[in-house]
């Protein structure tokens, strides 16, 4: 699948407000999310990182600044086929697992043998054979995660949003789910927005970290992991994980103090 | 688990098995109307009051059995479920559908919202009259009543159900590539069924009142007609009959939507 890269280019985006001053979510972001590769966005709350994704995902117009879709060497083109897996889930709760997963492809066309092949193939990559058939109020939060990744994933996306994947989770749940997606990920070759609050998530999971501000929202730092994968939590004793951990911190801790100054917080 | 304990304390001690009775919703319910009508059966027969103003239920029964058998109560039983359910699955499908429109659009919202408030409230016994004079007495007539009765809940609670559908439902399907054809279909509609099941339920009670009121008033057939009728020649023992079919009907029609709504269960996710 040739995987796509998205471009920033000075995206700003202002929520014009009547009775009050606009609000500046975002103030012109360059940044972008290479090809086949993991980029995770951190930064204190509130400094519009999930506004961010919806703008790459195209639910979200910026006020200013221009979007590009970059293909192979470098050709502009269209918007790719995009993915998303949430924080909140959003599973249709009257539909079985099966039938979660392939929502989509139904939507689409897709014929009836096929999609249920597919959701089943997709169903298996995250270990949930055997579950086809319940509804996601019979799952853990985990699990109904895991769906979550499983209909995300049976779309073949060029790129995968994920948007706090783990944030409603619990921490031995996120570790495992966190090794599970860096597989699911790696072997699927799509390009990923990864939006967290975890510093560690994003060091397990992410090619590159991009470090936001506090809100107006801009590009801090841009730090490259080159650790090696397949990163588990044995990764976390790697010395080069502390200092990418340490430097990450700093950067995060003076935006983090001037987010709670300025106030607000949009989760 | 509980029959067992039940069960248990059977073999146990005398007695248990009464305590197993009292302790089952359906022998409670069912047994509480048996003891009612014994209880009216015995008083009437001692007190010796006329069975003009209190027939005996044996009395009832044996009635009942002779009107649907030669008297034609069953072909009332079926004009009046005809009008009934004629009415209510029209004021259903069109409900619902506007129900979702008005739920989807902020205009038509504003439209519906002034009508909805106009005519909601307003006593639908009292559109009888006008609707003579339009309709006359005949089918369309009964058809309207029944309509009327039951599409202000159906549309209210169809848009109450969609307006409580949780955004991230619809932003999830957005982001799989549905339409918003596709949004309303597959999305809004599933998630407000709980909500429009609970308008169903308004809404067919609402159109039984008035289909066996309209009858009463203008009915040449239907049970509204013959209790009316019944009522006029001082047939006591036929008023009773026809109010316990209609009795029966109400305990039918309650504890089918009962089992629908358990079975939906899969709807709510917690």
Same mark, same amino acid.
């Given at each position: 699948?040739? &995987?796509?890269?998205?471009?920033?280019?000075?995206?700003?985006?202002?929520?014009?407000?009547?009775?009050?001053?606009?609000?500046?979510?975002?103030?012109? %972001?360059?940044?972008?999310?290479?090809?086949?590769?993991?980029?995770?966005?951190?930064?204190?709350?509130?400094?519009?990182?999930?506004?961010?994704?919806?703008?790459?995902?195209?639910?979200?117009?910026?006020?200013?600044? *221009?979007?590009?879709?970059?293909?192979?060497?470098?050709?502009?083109?269209?918007?790719?086929? #995009?993915?998303?897996?949430?924080?909140?889930?959003?599973?249709?709760?009257?539909?079985?697992?099966?039938?979660?997963?392939?929502?989509?492809?139904?939507?689409?066309?897709?014929?009836?043998?096929?999609?249920?092949? *597919?959701? *089943?193939? &997709?169903?298996?990559?995250?270990?949930?054979?055997?579950?086809?058939?319940?509804?996601?109020?019979?799952?853990?939060?985990? #699990?109904?995660?895991?769906?979550?990744?499983?209909?995300?994933?049976?779309?073949?996306?060029? %790129?995968?949003?994920?948007?706090?994947?783990?944030?409603?989770?619990?921490?031995?749940?996120?570790?495992?789910?966190?090794?599970?997606?860096?597989?699911?990920?790696?072997?699927?070759?799509?390009?990923?927005?990864?939006?967290?609050?975890?510093?560690?998530?994003?060091?397990?999971?992410?090619?590159?970290?991009?470090?936001?501000?506090?809100?107006?929202?801009?590009?801090?730092?841009?730090?490259?992991?080159?650790?090696?994968?397949? *990163?588990?939590?044995?990764?976390?004793?790697?010395?080069?994980?502390?200092?990418?951990?340490?430097?990450?911190?700093?950067?995060?801790?003076?935006?983090? #103090?001037?987010?709670? %100054?300025?106030?607000?917080?949009?989760? | 688990? !509980?029959?067992?304990?039940?069960?248990?304390?059977?073999? /146990?001690?005398?007695?248990?098995?009464? @305590?197993?009775?009292?302790?089952? @919703?359906?022998?409670?319910?069912?047994?509480?109307?048996?003891?009612?009508?014994?209880?009216?059966?015995?008083?009437? @027969?001692?007190?010796?009051?006329?069975?003009?103003?209190?027939?005996?239920?044996?009395?009832?029964?044996?009635?009942?059995?002779?009107?649907?058998?030669?008297?034609?109560?069953?072909?009332?039983?079926?004009?009046?479920?005809?009008?009934?359910?004629?009415?209510?699955?029209?004021?259903?499908?069109?409900?619902?559908?506007?129900?979702?429109?008005?739920?989807?659009?902020? !205009?038509?919202?504003?439209?519906?919202?002034?009508?909805?408030?106009?005519?909601? $409230?307003? $006593?639908?016994?009292?559109?009888? $009259?006008?609707?003579?004079?339009?309709?006359?007495?005949?089918?369309?007539?009964?058809?309207?009543?029944?309509?009327?009765?039951?599409?202000?809940?159906?549309?209210?609670?169809?848009?109450?159900?969609?307006?409580?559908?949780?955004?991230?439902?619809?932003?999830?399907?957005?982001?799989?590539?549905?339409? $918003?054809?596709?949004?309303?279909?597959?999305?809004?509609?599933?998630?407000?069924?709980?909500?429009?099941?609970?308008?169903?339920?308004?809404?067919?009670?609402?159109?039984?009142?008035?289909?066996?009121?309209?009858?009463?008033?203008?009915?040449? /057939?239907?049970?509204?007609?013959?209790?009316?009728?019944?009522?006029?020649?001082?047939?006591?023992?036929? /008023?009773?009959?026809?109010?316990?079919?209609?009795?029966?009907?109400?305990?039918?029609?309650?504890?089918?939507?009962?089992?629908?709504?358990?079975?939906?269960?899969?709807?709510?996710?917690?």
């Amino acid at each position: 699948m040739p &995987a796509v890269a998205i471009e920033f280019d000075d995206i700003g985006l202002t929520f014009a407000a009547a009775s009050r001053a606009p609000t500046v979510a975002l103030d012109a %972001v360059t940044c972008r999310f290479e090809s086949g590769k993991v980029t995770a966005l951190i930064g204190p709350s509130g400094c519009g990182k999930s506004t961010l994704l919806q703008i790459a995902r195209g639910f979200l117009d910026p006020t200013q600044g *221009r979007l590009r879709f970059v293909e192979g060497a470098g050709g502009n083109t269209f918007r790719p086929a #995009m993915s998303t897996v949430w924080q909140a889930f959003n599973l249709f709760p009257w539909l079985t697992v099966i039938e979660n997963v392939a929502f989509g492809l139904d939507l689409a066309g897709v014929p009836r043998a096929e999609r249920e092949e *597919r959701a *089943r193939r &997709a169903i298996a990559a995250v270990d949930l054979t055997g579950f086809e058939d319940r509804y996601p109020r019979q799952l853990s939060g985990g #699990m109904r995660q895991r769906v979550g990744i499983a209909r995300a994933l049976v779309m073949e996306p060029e %790129v995968l949003l994920l948007d706090e994947p783990f944030g409603a989770l619990d921490a031995q749940t996120r570790l495992v789910l966190q090794e599970q997606l860096a597989r699911l990920v790696e072997t699927s070759g799509t390009t990923a927005i990864l939006v967290t609050h975890s510093i560690e998530e994003a060091i397990l999971l992410a090619d590159t970290i991009l470090v936001m501000t506090a809100r107006p929202g801009r590009v801090a730092a841009r730090i490259d992991v080159d650790l090696p994968r397949p *990163r588990s939590i044995a990764t976390t004793r790697d010395p080069g994980f502390s200092a990418l951990f340490d430097r990450i911190y700093e950067l995060l801790r003076d935006e983090v #103090m001037r987010a709670m %100054v300025v106030g607000g917080g949009d989760n | 688990m !509980r029959t067992g304990e039940a069960a248990k304390e059977m073999t /146990v001690k005398p007695g248990g098995a009464v @305590r197993a009775l009292l302790d089952n @919703r359906r022998v409670l319910g069912w047994g509480s109307i048996v003891l009612v009508l014994l209880v009216w059966e015995l008083v009437a @027969r001692i007190s010796g009051v006329s069975a003009l103003y209190l027939p005996r239920p044996s009395q009832i029964l044996v009635t009942l059995i002779s009107m649907f058998s030669g008297g034609g109560l069953a072909l009332d039983l079926g004009v009046t479920l005809w009008r009934i359910f004629a009415g209510f699955a029209i004021a259903l499908v069109a409900g619902t559908l506007l129900g979702l429109w008005i739920a989807t659009s902020w !205009r038509i919202q504003a439209v519906a919202d002034m009508f909805i408030a106009a005519l909601y $409230p307003l $006593p639908k016994v009292t559109l009888i $009259p006008l609707l003579i004079i339009w309709l006359g007495t005949g089918g369309p007539f009964m058809l309207s009543i029944s309509f009327l009765g039951a599409i202000f809940p159906i549309v209210i609670n169809t848009v109450l159900g969609v307006s409580q559908c949780d955004p991230g439902l619809v932003l999830a399907a957005r982001d799989l590539g549905a339409t $918003p054809q596709q949004i309303m279909r597959r999305v809004l509609l599933p998630s407000a069924i709980p909500s429009i099941f609970a308008g169903i339920r308004l809404g067919l009670g609402v159109s039984i009142i008035l289909v066996v009121a309209a009858e009463m008033v203008v009915g040449k /057939v239907g049970l509204g007609a013959r209790l009316y009728l019944a009522g006029q020649i001082l047939e006591t023992e036929q /008023v009773f009959a026809v109010l316990i079919v209609l009795a029966a009907l109400g305990i039918i029609v309650t504890k089918a939507q009962d089992a629908i709504d358990a079975s939906l269960g899969n709807w709510r996710i917690d």
